[in-house]
């Protein structure tokens, strides 16, 4: 069975995030791997549209840097966003 979009969009969005994370603590990150969570956010903005998708993105950046205190974006600790995210 297929996961609602909404979901695999949150799933995907936490595995961006934790590449980001990885890459600011050094860790090797293969881009093979960012270039296929970027694609699927891609088509999973499109599946869930952009207004609701930006509600998401921004529940889950928040949801991110409550559980870690790394920003999902730049991987840094504490909170600094993308402007438009």
Request: charged content about 30%; proline content about 4%.
């Given at each position: 069975?297929?996961?609602?979009?909404?979901l695999?969009?949150?799933?995907?969005?936490?595995?961006?995030?934790?590449?980001?994370?990885?890459?600011?603590?050094?860790?090797?990150?293969?881009?093979?791997?960012?270039?296929?969570?970027?694609?699927?956010?891609?088509?999973?903005?499109?599946?869930?549209?952009?207004a609701?998708?930006?509600?998401?993105?921004?529940?889950?950046?928040?949801?991110f840097?409550?559980?870690?205190?790394?920003?999902?974006?730049?991987?840094?600790?504490?909170?600094h966003?993308?402007?438009?995210?």
């Amino acid at each position: 069975m297929r996961l609602p979009s909404e979901l695999q969009l949150r799933r995907a969005l936490g595995r961006w995030f934790r590449l980001a994370v990885y890459e600011a603590d050094g860790r090797p990150v293969a881009p093979a791997d960012v270039e296929a969570v970027y694609q699927e956010l891609i088509r999973l903005r499109d599946d869930v549209g952009e207004a609701r998708e930006y509600e998401v993105v921004s529940e889950e950046a928040d949801r991110f840097l409550g559980a870690t205190g790394r920003c999902g974006w730049c991987g840094g600790h504490g909170a600094h966003g993308v402007e438009g995210a």
